[in-house]
């Protein structure tokens, strides 16, 4: 059981590229969440989905766009992407949309913008 | 928004308690607690519902006042394991549910 994976680890990127931070999880989990990390900011919503086909804006979410096309794969697009950019990405996953249960997390893709 | 944490970083020697806290301005669904140590994922300690009701887990244990929208994590005895940044989690129940971290606090458990 691999739980939620996350693909890459890391990457560097050049101002105004585009890339897709990949999301998977074998939970069969309903609710899926993109998450930035920064210094002292704590871990801020960018976007999150309740089930295939259904997304919606987190806290943060200019500048990333997501899609949920099956239950497993929560992908998040940048882009055209910016030094401000530069974070460290957790997807997570739960069991339930109506709350209440643990999320699981990726392990994270430290993200790079030059 | 972000609920609160008190307070934001904490040094102990091996063998002391600790308490954090979390507070929000809005009225709460549950709030969760997780840890995460320097480069990995948070992971799952536990979670709260209203109510009231206190949990444990090990020598970590918290609680939750539902009339004040406040959480206390409280970690007894503390073990080097323990070091890491603890997150709060608040869930603001509207329909669909989306979990609002803190800044976090950073704890050291030193020998």
């Known amino acids: 059981n691999a739980g939620v994976t996350q693909t890459p680890k890391f990457q560097v990127l050049k101002t105004g590229q585009s890339m897709t931070l990949q999301c998977a999880q074998d939970m069969n989990h309903e609710y899926m969440s993109w998450y930035r990390q920064d210094p002292g900011m704590g871990l801020r919503l960018i976007h999150y989905s309740v089930g295939a086909g259904i997304t919606d804006q987190g806290e943060v979410p200019n500048g990333y766009n997501v899609s949920r096309s099956t239950t497993e794969d929560f992908p998040l697009r940048l882009l055209s992407a910016a030094p401000s950019q530069t974070s460290v990405y957790f997807c997570?996953?739960?069991?339930?949309?109506?709350?209440?249960?643990?999320?699981?997390f990726g392990q994270g893709t430290r993200l790079t913008v030059v | 928004q972000q609920p609160v944490q008190s307070p934001q970083a904490v040094i102990l020697r091996e063998g002391e308690d600790a308490v954090i806290n979390c507070s929000s301005s809005k009225a709460l669904y549950s709030v969760h607690w997780y840890r995460q140590k320097h480069g990995e994922a948070p992971v799952f300690l536990m979670i709260l519902l209203k109510g009231g009701e206190q949990k444990g887990h090990d020598k970590i244990s918290a609680s939750f006042n539902e009339k004040k929208q406040q959480s206390s994590l409280y970690l007894t005895a503390s073990q080097l394991s323990y070091s890491g940044t603890y997150f709060c989690g608040t869930e603001i129940y509207s329909g669909y549910s989306t979990l609002t971290f803190g800044k976090g606090t950073m704890l050291l458990v030193s020998p």
């Open positions: 997570a996953s739960s069991y339930s949309i109506r709350g209440n249960t643990e999320a699981f």
